[in-house]
């Protein structure tokens, strides 16, 4: 069965500076990735996913991710963290075989002016 | 705004209780997920429609059901209540089976007292 960690439940970054999620993953297939971000009271919205093709993936809102398989991650960064963007971010994982998304704990992003 | 709602947005009730949350996914999406987010147990999948039929079960206890119904709405039904079920409960939709990205509703808080 697949499993994503997520390293670290809380972050804090000031205003600028780089912000970095870290995501790995276990699966014994080919996963689909995934970063959403949730906003207090709100549901998850997509920031961006991986499926096939260029490891590299941008989203919205500037953040980007990188599909490494050899490491089995799949990081989150931003260079510049802005104050919009403190909230809640989850990596998640999808595999045919299992045929359901599983996600990680989460990480709580506070940024600092 | 994703497409996807969900009603109502708050639910208070008593022990012992039935409940049913519904959910209406975006324009033209054939499959609905449901999740449930509390702080102890995180995200989780506990069951998928597609079409109108059951394609996957996640951890969903016996007293929950759900359906998915011809318009392509869908309903979870929560009954025989316990105050560990109090939770965020939502609903995605994407258009395929799998391994889409899925989008989510803004969530029924349900409060069981």
């Known amino acids: 069965a697949q499993s994503v960690t997520q390293l670290g439940s809380h972050v804090s970054v000031s205003e600028g500076a780089l912000v970095l999620l870290r995501c790995n993953y276990s699966s014994s297939v080919p996963p689909y990735l995934f970063w959403y971000v949730q906003y207090p009271n709100q549901g998850l919205q997509l920031l961006l996913k991986y499926t096939t093709g260029a490891t590299l993936v941008k989203g919205i809102n500037g953040f980007e991710a990188e599909f490494k398989k050899s490491e089995t991650s799949f990081h989150l960064t931003k260079p510049s963290a802005h104050m919009s963007d403190a909230a809640e971010y989850f990596c998640a994982v999808w595999v045919a075989a299992g045929n359901k998304l599983t996600f990680g704990g989460g990480t709580r992003v506070l940024v600092k002016p | 705004d994703s497409g996807v709602t969900q009603t109502p947005k708050h639910l208070i009730t008593a022990t012992g209780q039935r409940v049913t949350l519904r959910c209406s996914p975006r324009s033209g999406d054939l499959s609905v997920y449901w999740y449930q987010q509390s702080l102890d147990q995180g995200l989780q999948f506990l069951i998928q429609?597609?079409?109108?039929?059951?394609?996957a079960k996640g951890n969903i206890l016996e007293r929950f059901s759900a359906q998915q119904f011809p318009d392509l709405h869908s309903e979870l039904n929560l009954s025989s209540l316990e105050l560990g079920d109090s939770a965020l409960y939502f609903c995605?939709?994407?258009?395929?089976?799998?391994?889409?990205?899925?989008?989510f509703g803004p969530g029924t808080r349900l409060t069981v007292t």
């Open positions: 429609y597609y079409n109108g039929e059951e394609r």
């Open positions: 995605a939709s994407s258009g395929g089976q799998g391994g889409y990205e899925q989008y």
